[in-house]
């Protein structure tokens, strides 16, 4: 049976996989083209508008959006969202699997 901690743990390692699935996103499309992976910040590759951090939550931001750039409407890949979520689900398999240890 799965207690209150163990659902904590489980929910901290799925936000800690999005997270860094954002940031994969970041790197998948920036190190091919030799750019940067720490600056300029995010922005539309259509309309060129820097991103905001509510524009950034991995996953949630995709949604709330439907898909949609906030300032142009132009859609956003769904690249995006399925990179975040595979590494979130891998991270949490990961734990189910082996837990963590020193």
Not at 48 to 62: C, E, M, N, R, T
Not at 64 to 86: D, H, N, T, W
């Amino acid at each position: 049976m799965i207690d209150f901690v163990q659902i904590t743990v489980i929910l901290l390692i799925f936000i800690t996989g999005l997270v860094l699935g954002s940031f994969f996103n970041v790197v998948i499309c920036r190190v091919p083209e030799k750019k940067s992976i720490v600056a300029p910040r995010s922005s539309c590759p259509s309309c060129g508008a820097v991103l905001q951090p509510k524009d950034l939550i991995p996953v949630f931001s995709y949604i709330f959006l439907k898909g949609r750039c906030r300032y142009c409407k132009s859609p956003i890949s769904l690249q995006y969202p399925v990179v975040e979520l595979a590494a979130a689900l891998m991270f949490t398999a990961i734990y189910l699997k082996y837990g963590i240890s020193p």
